[in-house]
């Protein structure tokens, strides 16, 4: 049984929680490179009995709780994982503790994530004694697009390799409180996709003495979506999305070519290898019936976040003892969003979960959601998540998956 008062714990510690919170998001960083955040936790935690290791290509860090149960193996090594780095867009939130920097916006909660982190290693250095094997706390910069759980796992700095991780992602537009996962596919991989359709530029009154780029790049963005509905199965999950189209100088040029930017979303690598030919073959059919050229990048970006069967159990258990069985909720299909603690669950068994921080009492279905400049977090659901992520290694270290 997990500690019975392990929740309140959290609860006592709450306002430390919510302080290193406020302080991270008044400064947010962003990238691989988080300096400011990464000081102010380990300033948080530096009377605790971790082991730090930094270093290598980001300013992330892993500490250590190594536990003190004499006699007894555990079962070895679990990773608590939270994110560091904020979004590049203006706050307009009102807060008080709102960004200071122009541009920067913890908007995706990465705040919560290091404070809850955080918290659970409080609650768990607190019960070193009773700990047979080790923590590993991950503080992650870099998630935003910039790869960085891969980057720490490349550096070394998650070794030895755990048996188990676990990590938590707010839903500022969820049910305050609740918890939610589920088993396989989570999220998923999110591809970058350039198309550059190549013409011959002129005199916007002679179009026949062109070859006009324009139309083509329209048939290219309408095509990709009859590619998805047409050569996917309808039950399987495709999303190719075209969110900019550059071109032109001026509203008498035909220009030489327009440039397509997007992304490229599946949720099994079949179909996302799949998708990547298809994007390639009907941009550049559709232009060649234009008599044009087209050229196609895709920059790979986070696989798919597949979560461990065992490990969706283990913390929907957790929660239930924590909190009560209508505290869990079973995603009933994945969400088409990315996250990068993928890198680490290709290595590693185990899961994400979902916490939702609408505010109390409101109607959360209405709320804004990651991502907004004007995003709330109802932060007396942030000591839920602490005690989460400590039920949770205190649970496997016990019993592992069993």
């Not at 992330?60 to 555990?74: N, S």
């Amino acid at each position: 049984m997990l500690h019975p008062d392990l929740l309140d714990s959290a609860r006592a510690i709450s306002d430390r929680i919510v302080s290193l919170r406020r302080a991270i998001h008044a400064e947010p960083e962003l990238g691989l490179d988080t300096p400011k955040t990464l000081a102010k936790v380990r300033a948080a935690l530096a009377h605790l009995p971790l082991e730090w290791r930094e270093g290598g290509s980001t300013t992330g860090a892993v500490a250590t709780l190594k536990g003190g149960k004499a006699g007894v193996e555990g079962h070895g090594r679990v990773l608590l994982r939270g994110d560091m780095d904020a979004l590049p867009m203006d706050e307009h939130t009102g807060l008080e503790f709102a960004s200071t920097t122009p541009g920067r916006m913890h908007s995706c909660g990465h705040d919560t994530h290091t404070a809850m982190l955080a918290g659970a290693a409080e609650l768990l250095c607190a019960r070193r004694e009773e700990i047979a094997g080790e923590v590993q706390f991950m503080f992650q910069p870099g998630e935003e697009g910039f790869h960085g759980a891969r980057h720490m796992l490349d550096d070394g700095l998650i070794a030895p390799m755990p048996q188990a991780a676990f990590a938590l992602h707010i839903m500022p537009n969820a049910r305050h409180g609740a918890f939610a996962g589920r088993a396989g596919a989570l999220m998923a991989s999110a591809d970058q996709i350039e198309i550059v359709v190549e013409g011959r530029g002129g005199h916007a009154s002679m179009p026949h003495d062109t070859l006009d780029p324009v139309p083509a790049a329209c048939a290219v963005v309408t095509a990709l979506q009859a590619m998805v509905t047409r050569r996917f199965n309808a039950a399987d999950a495709v999303v190719v999305t075209v969110t900019m189209i550059e071109a032109g100088t001026a509203h008498n040029v035909i220009p030489d070519q327009v440039t397509l930017r997007g992304t490229l979303r599946t949720l099994t690598p079949r179909n996302r290898e799949r998708a990547h030919e298809l994007v390639a073959e009907t941009a550049r059919g559709i232009a060649a019936g234009y008599g044009l050229s087209a050229s196609v990048t895709v920059t790979p970006g986070f696989p798919v976040t597949m979560c461990d069967e065992r490990a969706v159990a283990l913390g929907r258990g957790v929660t239930g003892e924590l909190f009560g069985e209508s505290d869990w909720i079973t995603l009933p299909a994945p969400i088409m969003g990315a996250e990068d603690f993928s890198y680490v669950l290709e290595q590693v068994p185990g899961a994400m979960f979902f916490l939702g921080v609408a505010r109390e009492g409101d109607d959360w279905r209405s709320a804004c959601s990651i991502h907004s400049p004007r995003m709330y977090v109802d932060e007396t659901a942030l000591p839920r998540g602490s005690a989460l992520l400590a039920g949770c290694a205190l649970r496997f270290l016990e019993r592992g998956f069993d």
